[in-house]
């Protein structure tokens, strides 16, 4: 592994106008990680990956490359982009133990946090570097949201997630699992029990559905669902997924290792809206396509596939009339989801805009004052990279709304 990173690091040509940086979503200076891997100070390098990015080692595996870092790399216009993904974990991954993190002393404020993922991790990060005692609030038995219970173990490994519990202990920031604000407990119960913020970063967690007959039925199951507990679901030989994003290229490639002997991905447009290294790590697997296609009806042994056209200005349409049976044992939808509205039917000052998401301002605040949030609770489903970097911005503005310098 050390031979091929240094390979790849001497292939960086250090330009002057880094494009690969321009095209990485949280800024990484990767001119600058590669030239301090390159005069063997890769615990600096190590640590200016954390600071500016604390889930460093988990984009280096789940971020979409092609389309950001590498994908910018002047040396992919002739050929093959530098490795970028593959120096950054490696330095990432094989410093993790060892980078001591600075920690202010305890300014005696209190913060909470509801969501253990990633944008809920990177505010308790940086918060807790600035001397504020955090407890993380979880509805699950471990750290990681999305990451965890959304991404599967061949592509992230729950080692690395158990590692950075580990790290936000060192930190003192406190977790408390199998525990939902919004059910027994309300925000305003926090702030009675004297946190002087609250940030909420739930993530989204209600898939959307397609609104078609059958979709309530026992050989159903939504992608969100399905990827994070896949053993307790009985697929059968021949599976359906209808929708072509990431998710869906997650949960085909699971369904594959999980014993199903067929496994066709429905696409409505004529590309997949996947990256292309999913798609073809998919194909490779096994996983079929077909495009210009969707499910307009689920029957208990079958479902009903019709062709999709699409228009000039990019809507499509489904011509039901022209659907096809095809046989399939289990049918996993995945077109995305929503967050859940628990936190705002209980904590009736927080309100959603109009695409069902939370509303925040420029600085993060939600309609509840002291209430921030960010991640896919705020944007819909996104990257761990986008949740990250948007928590960073909002992690400076409740440090300054709690020394009552927000404007």
């Known amino acids: 592994m050390a031979v091929h990173v240094l390979d790849e690091a001497n292939r960086c040509l250090q330009c002057k106008n880094p494009r690969c940086r321009t095209g990485c979503p949280i800024n990484t200076n990767i001119p600058e990680m590669i030239r301090l ?3 063997e100070q890769m615990m600096e390098a190590a640590v200016m990956l954390f600071n500016n990015n604390p889930l460093s080692i988990v984009c280096s595996l789940v971020c979409d490359h092609e389309k950001q870092c590498e994908g910018h790399c002047v040396r992919g216009i002739k050929g093959a982009p530098v490795h970028i993904s593959a120096i950054e974990n490696y330095i990432s991954d094989s410093c993790f133990e060892r980078i001591k993190l600075t920690k202010k002393p305890y300014n005696g404020k209190k ?3 509801i969501g253990g993922g990633p944008a809920g991790i990177t505010i308790a990060v940086l918060l807790a570097q600035r001397g504020y005692k955090i407890t993380i609030f979880e509805g699950r038995e ?3 949201g999305i990451m965890r219970y959304g991404i599967p173990a061949f592509r992230l490994p729950r080692t690395v997630l158990d590692r950075y519990a580990e790290k936000l202990k060192d930190l003192g920031i406190l977790f408390r699992p199998n525990f939902s604000i919004g059910g027994s407990t309300s925000i305003k119960d926090l702030f009675d029990d004297g946190y002087k913020s609250v940030f909420i970063g739930t993530g989204a967690w209600r898939p959307r559905r ?8 026992g050989n159903v199951a ?3 669902n399905y990827l994070r507990n896949p053993d307790v679901y009985d697929i059968g030989d021949k599976v359906c997924v209808i929708g072509a994003g990431n998710a869906a290229m997650d949960v085909a490639r699971t369904a594959i290792r999980m014993g199903a002997k067929e496994v066709t991905v429905y696409c409505k447009g004529d590309v997949p809206a996947a990256s292309v290294k999913e798609v073809e790590y998919a194909k490779l697997e096994g996983v079929h396509f077909e495009y210009c296609k969707t499910a307009v009806e689920i029957k208990d042994e079958s479902i009903m596939i019709a062709p999709v056209t699409i228009e000039e200005d990019g809507s499509n349409t489904v011509h039901s009339e022209q659907a096809e049976e095809v046989p399939c044992d289990f049918v996993i939808i995945s077109i995305s989801q929503v967050p859940k509205d628990r936190l705002v039917s209980r904590d009736t000052e927080l309100k959603l ?5 939370l509303q925040t301002d420029e600085n993060g605040e939600t309609t509840m004052p002291g209430v921030f949030a960010s991640g896919d609770v705020v944007t819909g489903a996104k990257t761990v990279v986008a949740a990250v970097n948007v928590s960073k911005q909002i992690a400076d503005d409740m440090d300054k709304y709690m020394q009552g ?3």
């Open 210 to 217: 397609l609104h078609i007959p059958g979709e309530t039925f």
């Open 37 to 39: 891997l390159k005069e």
């Open 222 to 224: 939504y992608a969100i």
């Open 353 to 357: 805009n109009d695409k069902g998401t």
């Open 142 to 144: 471990k750290l990681g």
């Open 111 to 113: 913060v909470a946090v």
């Open 405 to 407: 310098l927000l404007d």
